[in-house]
């Protein structure tokens, strides 16, 4: 073996030991963080959930048939939204919609006669910083705060939310996330 092939041959070794190194130390902080990211995950879902039904004091999941995971966990669909006495009075729900970029995701609230959203919040995006990303602030979001459902349209369709300028995509995603979600619970709930 030549000089420069025991050189080559030394570097490839040396790369592949630090890949593995890298590999372990990622694994090893893997591990302990996944659990506390799944923990923080369903806390920020429990908060939108009270943050979108605030009158609301449990939520019951409805699931779907499809198996999501090898733990055997179903889908959940949306949320039946109930009051102390137990009386059903609304409905919450998740939803990911393409929009701009990339998926959105989309939670949201309606009563129980499907009259008005009671809410909506972006929980992630991928949109575009400064444009898309406005979906998120107060200025878009309050728009959805009791509106008939009849009216969840862009105002340029005669419906009652404004879109955000140059982020007209972004705007009609949201809208769409929630009027498909809605849908879904209306013919769930028959």
């Known amino acids: 073996m030549t000089e420069s092939n025991r050189d080559i041959v030394i570097i490839i070794g040396k ?22 990211l799944k923990k923080n ?6 908060a939108t959930l009270a ?11 409805v699931y779907g048939d ?12 949306y949320y039946r939204a109930k009051d102390s006495s137990g ?10 919609h393409p929009g701009a970029q990339g998926l959105l995701e989309v ?8 009259n008005e959203v009671t809410g909506m919040s972006v ?14 602030e107060p200025a878009f979001r309050d728009q959805f705060k009791n509106v008939k459902v009849a009216d969840l349209s862009l105002s340029k369709s005669g419906g009652a939310i404004d879109s955000i300028t140059g982020a007209t995509i972004s705007s009609q995603a949201v809208i769409d996330a929630l009027n498909a979600q809605v849908e879904v619970i209306q013919v769930a709930e028959g």
Do not use: C, W
């Open 41 to 46: 995950y369903a806390e920020a879902r429990t």
């Open 66 to 77: 499809e198996i999501i995971n090898d733990e055997g966990d179903r889908e959940i669909l």
């Open 15 to 36: 790369l592949v030991l630090i890949s593995v190194v890298a590999s372990a130390l990622l694994a090893i902080t893997y591990v302990p963080t996944s659990e506390q």
């Open 123 to 136: 929980m992630s995006h991928t949109e575009t910083p400064g444009l898309g990303s406005k979906i998120t």
């Open 107 to 114: 939670a949201g609230g309606v009563d129980v006669s499907f």
């Open 51 to 61: 943050e979108l039904m605030p009158q609301a004091a449990e939520f019951e999941a």
């Open 87 to 96: 009386n059903l009075i609304g409905y919450a729900f998740f939803r990911q």
